[in-house]
């Protein structure tokens, strides 16, 4: 209880702005990063020095986000690189352009926050592929620019130390508080699920599912792979579910501070290699104790798990491997 309690009244952020080191020389992708936490983390990275690129669906929009950020930054001493960069992340057959337009751009990539998501959209919302739109925009979009970019990402990685190099899954405390009842069901992934509610649920778990998964493949060439929840925020998120973001407005905090969240797990020397495949909780913090089903699910046979983890990550791949 002490844990759910502090996800959603979580201890103050120990990696602010404030103290934040500078980002000269790195370069950065943020999905979604012309809204809500995104344009909150695309700002602090700016400001820091580093190359930030917004990747999102609207370019007049993003422009107009990137001007913005740049006329209120007038007055820091030193400042980094704003670009935008095309990502429909619920349109398959875009994403790969996306990506080879970021490395004719750039040599590496330092962090990629995947941040963008969707939450209960109207029942039977699908992906211009007919995926359920909620896993298709959540997962499926971010699996394949994400595999896409991983030699981008290990290119940065031969030239840091280990564990510099990122990638941060966007989950939610939702996986905790209502997991599917027997775990993740592989086969009825297909389609427009009939549960926007549960469908939240299982595309969030597919994100850590991804972190821990991406961790094992790419961990041993020093590329750390991790999911957060970035907190209760006054985003966006829940356009689609008024009476939620109505039931919820008396425990939302500023999306800054979902960024924090995003700076810690992106950016905060505390987490090593050993942290690979792990939680992060708002403001920037491990997860103590997770559910031990979740964990099982992560887990292959050969460990005593489920190996649902890797099932999920190997239904993303077949569903995207004609896209790459």
């Given at each position: 209880?002490?844990?759910?309690?502090?996800?959603?009244?979580?201890?103050?952020?120990?990696?602010?702005?404030?103290?934040?080191?500078?980002?000269?020389?790195?370069?950065?992708?943020?999905?979604?990063?012309?809204?809500?936490?995104?344009?909150?983390?695309?700002?602090?990275?700016?400001?820091?020095?580093?190359?930030?690129?917004?990747?999102?669906?609207?370019?007049?929009?993003?422009?107009?986000?990137?001007?913005q950020i740049k006329t209120d930054?007038?007055?820091?001493?030193?400042?980094?690189?704003?670009?935008?960069?095309?990502?429909?992340?619920?349109?398959?057959?875009?994403?790969?352009?996306?990506?080879?337009?970021?490395?004719?751009?750039?040599?590496?990539?330092?962090?990629?926050?995947?941040?963008?998501?969707i939450s209960a959209p109207p029942?039977?919302?699908?992906?211009?592929?007919?995926?359920?739109l909620q896993l298709a925009t959540?997962?499926?979009?971010?699996?394949?620019?994400?595999?896409?970019?991983?030699?981008?990402?290990?290119?940065?990685?031969?030239?840091?130390?280990?564990?510099?190099?990122?990638?941060?899954?966007?989950?939610?405390?939702?996986?905790?508080?209502?997991?599917?009842?027997?775990?993740?069901?592989?086969?009825?992934?297909?389609?427009?699920?009939?549960?926007?509610?549960?469908?939240?649920?299982?595309?969030?778990?597919?994100?850590?599912?991804?972190?821990?998964?991406?961790?094992?493949?790419?961990?041993?060439?020093?590329?750390?792979?991790?999911?957060?929840?970035?907190?209760?925020?006054?985003?966006?998120?829940?356009?689609?579910?008024?009476?939620?973001?109505?039931?919820?407005?008396?425990?939302?905090?500023?999306?800054?501070?979902?960024?924090?969240?995003?700076?810690?797990?992106?950016?905060?020397?505390?987490?090593?290699?050993?942290?690979?495949?792990?939680?992060?909780?708002?403001?920037?913090?491990?997860?103590?104790?997770?559910?031990?089903?979740?964990?099982?699910?992560?887990?292959?046979?050969?460990?005593?798990?489920?190996?649902?983890?890797?099932?999920?990550?190997?239904?993303?791949?077949?569903?995207?491997?004609?896209?790459?």
């Amino acid at each position: 209880m002490g844990v759910a309690y502090s996800q959603v009244f979580p201890p103050a952020p120990t990696l602010t702005e404030s103290n934040l080191a500078s980002q000269k020389g790195k370069v950065f992708i943020v999905t979604g990063g012309s809204s809500g936490i995104g344009l909150q983390l695309a700002t602090i990275l700016y400001r820091s020095g580093g190359k930030v690129y917004i990747a999102a669906r609207s370019e007049t929009k993003t422009r107009d986000c990137i001007e913005q950020i740049k006329t209120d930054a007038k007055d820091v001493s030193s400042v980094g690189h704003l670009e935008y960069l095309p990502l429909v992340l619920d349109d398959l057959t875009t994403i790969k352009a996306s990506a080879e337009e970021f490395m004719s751009k750039e040599a590496k990539l330092d962090v990629l926050w995947n941040n963008a998501g969707i939450s209960a959209p109207p029942l039977g919302s699908q992906s211009k592929q007919g995926h359920d739109l909620q896993l298709a925009t959540n997962c499926l979009g971010p699996y394949l620019f994400t595999q896409l970019l991983l030699p981008s990402l290990k290119a940065a990685a031969r030239d840091t130390p280990a564990g510099s190099v990122r990638v941060i899954w966007t989950a939610s405390q939702m996986m905790e508080l209502r997991p599917p009842k027997g775990g993740m069901d592989i086969s009825r992934l297909d389609g427009a699920g009939k549960d926007p509610g549960l469908m939240y649920t299982i595309s969030k778990t597919g994100n850590w599912f991804l972190a821990s998964e991406l961790a094992h493949d790419v961990g041993s060439l020093g590329i750390l792979s991790v999911a957060q929840n970035p907190g209760a925020l006054a985003t966006d998120i829940f356009r689609h579910n008024s009476w939620m973001s109505f039931a919820a407005s008396g425990l939302l905090h500023d999306p800054k501070f979902g960024a924090y969240t995003g700076l810690w797990c992106g950016l905060s020397p505390e987490l090593e290699m050993e942290d690979n495949g792990s939680y992060i909780l708002p403001w920037g913090r491990r997860h103590p104790g997770p559910l031990q089903e979740l964990l099982k699910e992560l887990k292959s046979t050969e460990e005593g798990g489920t190996g649902k983890a890797r099932q999920f990550a190997e239904w993303c791949k077949k569903k995207t491997d004609e896209f790459r």
